[in-house]
């Protein structure tokens, strides 16, 4: 099976990268259908590392759905401005271990308006219980796609030293001093 989005992101390809790196960003777009808690010792990380994580899925973010491996790598070769990551994990247990192969990539590319243009291609397959899967995951997928919009005119982000994000810590700091 193959499910794709095609979308564009009302952010920057830099904080559409930072994003997608993220498993706080990962948990937001799978809400309230899904969440993760990270079964490795240290939680979870700011920004997913190229390797494996264990992850527990919660359906609701309440009722264990089984485990999962999110298996992460960092794709090169593409042309110049896109960026990819590429999980090619898949669920260990659970229902979603109906899926015996999972190769989900996500690109970002920026745009000449300053947006981001985002692919997501999930390929799996389920074998004889494929034709059931289909409608389920291009549905949650669909989901996915409007959250991902939903969200991305909140990733902005100005690194230390920018003057935006001086103003911001200068004005904090005021404020605190009160």
Known sequence: MRVLLKLTLDCDADAAWRAIRSPAVLREVVAPWLDFESLEGTGFPATWPEGPHRLRALAFGIAPTGEEIIDVSYPG????????????????????????????????SP????????????????????????????AFWQYRGMRL????????????GTADADRAASAAGAGSAA
């Open 149 to 160: 919009k939903q969200l991305a005119s909140t990733w902005a982000y100005d690194p230390p």
């Open 111 to 138: 745009l000449p308006d300053g947006r981001t243009l985002y692919r997501d291609q999930l390929r799996a397959s389920a074998g004889a219980l494929e034709p059931l899967l289909w409608y389920p995951t291009w």
């Open 77 to 108: 070769g593409l042309p110049p401005g896109v960026k990819m990551l590429r999980d090619g994990g898949g669920a260990v247990s659970g229902p979603l271990a109906a899926f015996r192969h999972w190769d989900h990539r996500m690109a970002i």
